[in-house]
């Protein structure tokens, strides 16, 4: 009898640890006032899912999310660099935005003009989107 209650601890211990290494890791970016996931296998054929509320409970009922992104009033890009060990691969200059490139830790990566790049910023004159690997879509 004690064998079998401890076989029956052990076994629920291994199936919580191995849903545990199966979840999603959280999101990328937290505080945001928006969170969007792309989901699929690339940016042609994605479906977006945008959320407004808890980002990392949403992650959980999400299949194939092959992108994150966030939008912000204010964003320390610097800061946030730093947080991810990150550094800028190069800077695209527009008439409304200046979007940043960058190699960071982070999930998500694309080859760009022959780097690979998991970190795009977009900064606008009243917001920032953020996403990795890259904002999909319009922005």
Not at 34 to 43: E, I, R
Request: aromatic share 12%; hydrophobic share 40%.
């Amino acid at each position: 009898m004690r064998f079998l209650k401890l076989l029956t601890v052990i076994l629920f211990a291994g199936a919580f640890i191995t849903a545990l290494a199966i979840l999603p890791a959280g999101v990328c970016f937290d505080g945001a006032e928006s969170y969007t996931f792309f989901c699929g296998d690339g940016s042609k054929n994605c479906r977006v899912v945008t959320t407004n509320g808890n980002a990392a409970l949403k992650k959980l009922t999400l299949r194939n999310v092959c992108g994150e992104s966030a939008e912000y009033r204010d964003f320390d890009l610097d800061g946030y660099l730093e947080l991810v060990d990150g550094e800028i691969v190069f800077v695209e200059e527009l008439s409304d935005s200046v979007n940043y490139y960058c190699k960071a830790n982070l999930p998500y990566s694309v080859t760009l003009y022959g780097e690979q790049i998991n970190l795009h910023v977009c900064v606008k004159a009243d917001s920032v989107k953020i996403a990795s690997p890259i904002i999909f879509g319009g922005y």
